[in-house]
């Protein structure tokens, strides 16, 4: 009775701690952007915004100043507060709904999100940090991940402006195009880590534990990781497939009509994605909070170990949000004809051979044990 309690105690504090880490490291990954971007022109980035009694303190407050640390928190205010403006021809029911559909999947692929390890002082067992650990957690993730198109789509569609519909009809085309490619891309990760004839499931935690003390999955599954990085970069539509919002033909996309708080919504949502996919991409592929391949975990036993797992975790995890970053400030965007003919005639077949080349592995070797 009492490692239940203890059990549901961990749970509750974990998800009420990570909804609140990811709105804040949402906002944080905008200012990492800023000033990222910033570093590959040449230029400050953010390093005016400060607070009355923290920014006038005599070392701490101009180093913090000049990291840009109070801007995400400016930016908030100002969607928060700024004046609400909702067009006259916009269907507003759907309106209002479109960025609040696009927000909430991405909050919601979080319960299922192992981002660490927490071992009893006694070292019986572990615990892993996990609001709900599906034996088709996967498929769950997918399910979630995929309804967050319908928030865009519907922004397109209630905006009643042509720019928003267009930016709507090229996400779900994307959507389309590309979640075939990252679905057969994971399949061969499960076919390797589930030994014929056994009854392993699609569970997160599983990956993981298999990568525990061993290699990373990315060693023996090169081609499935391509596939499902670039397939994240197109479904979280970030550069170079950034169709939806494409500023240089569309003004703004699917969000043309929308401003303030609304808008706000859209801008949180979309780093919400990038990192929760690049996440799921450190669990599947790098070995989640696991120290490097080859290597016992260095954690001790209690909270201090698990604190330091998810600390692990979180570096690869930002580590993968930096690659989105770089990528988005270095290549150039592509054509919406690229863009559909990498998703249906070069990464399709790539996954779709991969899956049948270790179709065939399974069937006739036997599986490396971690």
Known sequence: MEASWEILLI????????????????????????????????????????????????????????????????????????????????????????????????????????????????????????????DVGVLFIFALSSLGVYGIVLAGWASNSKYPFLG?????????????????????????????????????????????????MVFFQPVSALVFLVALFAETNRLPFDMPESETDLVGGFHTEYGAFKFGIFFIAEYAHVIVGSAIFSILFLGGWHFLPGMDDPWPVGWLGAVLSVVWFLFKTCSIVFLFIWVRWTLPRFRYDQVMKLGWGKLLPLALANLIFYAALASWMDFPKA
């Open 11 to 134: 749970k509750v504090t974990y998800g009420i701690l990570v909804l609140g880490a990811l709105l804040t490291f949402a906002g944080y990954t905008v200012l990492a952007e800023r000033k990222v971007s910033a570093w590959i022109q040449g230029r400050v980035g953010p390093n005016k915004t400060s607070l009355p009694i923290i920014g006038d303190l005599p070392v701490i407050g101009p180093m913090l100043r000049n990291l840009g640390i109070f801007q995400p928190l400016a930016d908030g205010l100002k969607f928060l507060f700024k004046e609400e403006i909702c067009p006259g021809h916009v269907n507003r029911f759907h309106y209002h709904l479109a960025p609040i559909l696009s927000l909430v999947p991405a909050l919601s692929i979080l319960a299922l999100v192992p981002f660490g390890q927490y071992t009893r002082d006694d070292g019986t067992s572990s615990i892993p940090l996990i609001l709900t650990d599906l």
């Open 168 to 216: 709507g009809v090229r996400a779900s085309a994307q959507m389309i195009s590309y979640e075939l490619a990252m679905g057969l891309s994971i399949l061969p990760v499960f076919l390797w880590v589930n030994q014929p004839g056994s009854t392993g499931g699609l569970s997160l935690v599983q990956v993981m534990d298999w990568q525990a003390n061993g290699l990373w």
